[in-house]
């Protein structure tokens, strides 16, 4: 089988932002008209979203009441592991910290796969925070650190 990883149709940089339910429409509509429903899953990239506006975005799009012959999931890299990093900080006394703020997101995520996310998730430092091209870098030279969480 194949599962296809796309961003979600997002307004560009120099735009205005626009609410979850806008970017569920639009991009579910794209996947409509392209999409075979032979396709098992659709997980979604977070496309330099903050943590939390990928979530909500990915909870409005399985919250819409159209055809959906696909699984919509996710496969965010850095929308699932910024709070985590931060929060670590390369510190071995944060470990745990940084643990539950990787399950926080996890859990998040989980819900909005289904539908039921509130927004209500804990935010730790860096959740809310665009992921712009100069925290990236911080980011990804971190990320070999993480994996021993």
């Known amino acids: 089988g194949t599962?296809?990883?796309?961003?979600?149709?997002?307004p560009g940089s120099d735009s205005?932002?626009?609410?979850?339910?806008?970017?569920?429409?639009?991009?579910?509509?794209?996947l409509?008209?392209?999409?075979?429903?032979?396709?098992?899953?659709?997980?979604?990239?977070?496309?330099?979203?903050s943590e939390e506006e990928a979530t909500k975005n990915l909870n409005a799009m399985n919250q819409l009441k159209t055809k959906k012959p696909?699984?919509?999931s996710f496969s965010f890299?850095?929308?699932?592991?910024?709070?985590?990093?931060?929060?670590?900080?390369?510190?071995e006394e944060n470990v745990k910290a940084a643990q539950e703020a990787?399950?926080?997101r996890c859990k998040?995520?989980?819900?909005?796969?289904?539908?039921?996310?509130?927004g209500d998730a804990k935010l730790g430092d860096g959740a809310a925070e665009s992921l712009s091209r100069q925290g990236l870098q911080v980011?990804?030279?971190?990320?070999?650190?993480?994996?021993?969480?």
């Open 77 to 91: 890299g850095r929308a699932l592991q910024q709070s985590t990093l931060k929060t670590w900080a390369g510190k």
């Open 102 to 104: 990787l399950y926080v």
């Open 3 to 10: 599962l296809l990883k796309p961003n979600m149709v997002t």
């Open 108 to 118: 998040a995520n989980s819900e909005a796969t289904l539908g039921p996310y509130k």
């Open 16 to 30: 205005a932002k626009v609410a979850p339910e806008v970017i569920a429409e639009h991009t579910v509509r794209a």
């Open 70 to 72: 696909w699984s919509l």
């Open 32 to 49: 409509q008209r392209t999409v075979p429903a032979a396709v098992p899953a659709i997980v979604f990239l977070s496309g330099g979203q």
């Open 139 to 149: 980011l990804e030279n971190s990320l070999y650190m993480v994996s021993g969480l």
